[in-house]
């Protein structure tokens, strides 16, 4: 078998005295497309941060040596009176990265950022053209992992719809590992390859259509699912 | 006072030392208001205004002791500025406390002892500083630390402008957060130090927030915006210094250079509208 891009044995997260993640076991493979599924407050975010050891944690996360990652948060704080244009902020992280100015042109161009955007301040920017500039400055230093924690949540559907298909091209073409955070089952349901649920500490994983049945979501978020019946087959 | 005696030599064609003492004095002000100015663009986007205002207040009881003990009040007061810099981070870090109340508690503490301690005759110079003449030593090694302070902010720069967009996508992106704090904590604070003579414990944090927040209101773009801010500080300490020496023939020069800032403030306002 394959080494794992990324082993999880015995992860264990606890503020103060609640455990939000107890003994939690996995494995992600490249290539793979990992969803992370659960109701509010069953852990999502806090894994995908120890996933990057951005908070304190009891157990064992292993990345493979190669793994780059890039991480797409929920949302930013930003102060929007901040005097910064995206392409200084892009340029920052490229020095911090000691990396080629040929690779902002690259995801400048794999985003159609023009020469405007890259100009625009970033206070003045919408909520979409935001998640674009996070998408950007998470694929600076062409990481092989990309960590997505709802980068959607606030965007319309058509816009989500594009940022996914961007993703799964890139997927395709790079071999890029995705793991995903997603309320969207759908989403999870068409482009996911594994499913893990997280749920009041315990956890289940496997491939959506065994993870995304009625039940198990009953289970998982302790009520019948009202809006989502996958009917057609991955 | 040393430099009313400065002053006096100076006008009435004093010794060639002595002129060049308050030379040493003026360049020093000068390269202060320089580093004040880059600083304080920076903590203005850090949002830490009210922080760094409690800072300066650090060096008092510093500045009292040294007093007492008839030391170099920089000594005292750069002792206490680091300290407190040291035990405000570490608060910040381990506790998460809201920094607003970190700020009243340390602002009320340096104060009260700084006022207790400083004996009277020296209190006034401790709170609003002095333009007393410099001997060459003292110049050396405040340029080092305006040098210290500009070179530190060049190799912080990249960082800085990751963690003011996002900590948690600094952290994510590798910037040791908490380490980049602190090093920028101890900038200000060694900018502090270097203002502390002509400004005092009270007013040095002024001259590096006002020209930043002037300049804020002058440009959107973050380069104009740090090169405003030099100026705006930079001529805020010629206009306060010429001010105080020539019209009100004072030596403290320091309440005459915050107000000028705070008019230059005050026009960038109507600027802006």
């Given amino acids: ?234 | 006072m040393n430099e009313a005696k400065a002053v006096r030599s100076r006008k009435d064609g004093g010794s060639s030392s002595v002129d060049a003492s308050y030379s040493y004095t003026v360049l020093l002000a000068a390269l202060f208001a320089i580093a004040a100015g880059l600083v304080g663009s920076v903590a203005l986007m850090k949002r830490m205004v009210l922080a760094s205002d409690v800072i300066s207040h650090l060096a008092l009881p510093g500045l009292g002791v040294a007093f007492l003990l008839k030391i170099n009040p920089l000594v005292g007061g750069g002792a206490t500025l680091f300290l407190g810099t040291l035990l405000i981070w570490q608060l910040q870090q381990k506790t998460g406390l809201a920094t607003d109340a970190m700020i009243g508690v340390v602002f009320a503490a340096a104060l009260g002892i700084g006022a207790l301690v400083t004996p009277n005759e020296d209190l006034l110079e401790a709170l609003f500083g002095n333009f007393q003449k410099l001997s060459l030593a003292g110049f050396l090694l405040g340029t080092a630390a305006v040098i210290l302070v500009v070179v530190s902010l060049v190799h912080m720069k990249d960082r800085l402008i990751l963690d003011l967009f996002s900590s948690e996508l600094a952290a994510a992106t590798g910037v040791n957060v908490p380490r980049l704090d602190l090093g920028f904590l101890l900038v200000f604070s060694l900018t502090v130090l270097v203002g502390l003579r002509f400004m005092g414990a009270l007013l040095s944090s002024a001259l590096i927030i006002i020209p930043a927040a002037t300049a804020r209101q002058l440009t959107g773009r973050m380069t104009q915006f740090v090169v405003v801010a030099c100026v705006t500080s930079l001529v805020s300490v010629a206009a306060g210094f010429v001010i105080s020496t020539l019209i009100f023939k004072t030596s403290t020069v320091g309440p005459t250079i915050v107000i000028v800032s705070v008019l230059l403030f005050a026009l960038s306002l109507l600027k802006k509208k």
């Fill in chain 1, 1 to 234: 078998m394959t080494e794992s891009l990324l082993s999880v044995r015995d992860l264990r997260v606890v503020f103060g005295n609640r455990v939000v993640l107890r003994e939690l076991s996995f494995d992600v493979y490249s290539g793979d497309c990992l969803a992370i599924i659960g109701p509010n407050g069953s852990g999502k975010t806090v894994l995908l941060k120890a996933l990057q050891h951005l908070i304190p944690y009891e157990g064992e996360i292993h990345w493979r040596q190669d793994a780059r990652l890039g991480y797409v948060p929920q949302s930013v704080a930003a102060d929007r009176q901040l005097p910064l244009r995206v392409r200084e902020l892009l340029a920052a992280k490229a020095r911090f990265l000691r990396l080629a100015d040929r690779e902002i042109e690259q995801v400048s161009s794999e985003l159609d950022l023009s020469p405007e955007f890259a100009n625009a301040g970033i206070g003045t920017l919408s909520g979409g053209q935001f998640q674009k500039v996070l998408l950007a400055f998470a694929l600076l230093g062409r990481p092989n992992v990309l960590l997505f924690d709802e980068p959607t949540a606030s965007l319309d559907e058509l816009s989500e719809e594009r940022i996914y298909e961007f993703v799964h091209e890139l997927q395709c073409r790079r071999g890029i590992t995705f793991i995903l955070v997603s309320h969207d089952l759908s989403i999870v349901y068409r482009y996911a390859s594994r499913v893990l649920c997280l749920s009041k500490g315990k956890s289940c994983m496997g491939p959506p259509k065994e993870i995304l049945t009625p039940e198990m979501l009953e289970e998982l978020y302790g009520a019948p699912p009202k809006y989502y019946r996958h009917i057609e087959e991955h």
